[in-house]
């Protein structure tokens, strides 16, 4: 459902004509920009060693790295999108600059990460969901995201709070602060996974009502012309 949202708003404007993604994952983002006729690339140490797929495989052009060990000027694209990456990074400062060297002229950089000034850390502490996983290196206000942006040289940074996005963070915050997950983790349980299918309708109506509450980060911005 999150690749599906994603593609869906990030074509909102118009689709692309080239797409890089730091940290793509499966390649299922960039099979739906290829299959809209997109040149695409990407860039994943294979951090999750997860099987890639195979018209991505086929057709894209890859780098097994670290974003900044990609060599300098061997992409150029419209859009470079990184969806919940910066937060494991070790520099985001370098990310940044990197991906800013990546666009084309007013070329569109979009990134989601973790919102660390949403209602989340402050009301389960060290129980919220998002510290479950141990490559989760920092968390970003909107106000430190857009400044990383601008530092970067980046022009028209916007960020916003998405509503549609991580909806399981809440239920899983949850069972955490009551109980042990576990090692397998909040959501390695069927009734936990339910509680957040049956719950899901509730937790939309309160992030639309109190942006506060919504869990993740969206930077937006454009290289200048």
């Keep these: ?14 689709r692309p004509a080239s797409v890089f993604e730091i940290g793509y994952g499966s390649g299922a983002l960039l099979r739906r920009f290829h299959d809209d006729g997109a040149a695409v690339s990407g860039v994943d140490p294979h ?5 890639v797929d195979p ?3 086929a057709n894209a052009r890859l780098w097994n790295c670290a974003v900044e060990d990609v060599p300098d000027g061997a992409v150029s694209a419209d859009l470079v999108v990184g969806v919940h990456v910066i937060e494991h990074v070790s520099d985001p400062g370098v990310t940044m600059d990197k991906a800013a060297t990546m666009l084309t002229e007013s070329g569109t950089l ?23 996983d141990p490559t989760h290196v920092r968390f970003f206000t909107a106000q430190s995201l857009a400044r990383l942006a601008r530092d970067a040289g980046l022009v028209d940074v916007r960020v916003d709070r998405l509503v549609l996005d991580s909806l399981s963070v809440d239920v899983a915050s949850a069972v955490r602060a ?3 997950p576990g090692p397998a983790g909040a959501l390695a349980k069927r009734g936990v996974r339910a509680a957040v299918l049956a719950t899901a309708p509730a937790v939309v109506a309160m992030r639309a009502i109190a942006p506060g509450t919504r869990p993740t980060l969206r930077l937006t911005a454009r290289r200048p012309r």
Aim: proline content about 4%; overall charge positive; some cysteine.
């Design 47 to 51: 951090q999750l060693a997860v099987d």
């Design 55 to 57: 018209v991505v495989s």
């Design 110 to 132: 979009v990134l989601l990460t973790p919102a660390g000034d949403s209602w989340g850390p402050r009301t389960f502490g060290s129980a919220w969901w998002m510290l479950e």
């Design 178 to 180: 009551w109980r042990s």
């Design 1 to 14: 459902m999150r690749t599906r949202l994603t593609h869906r708003w990030l074509c909102a404007a118009g």
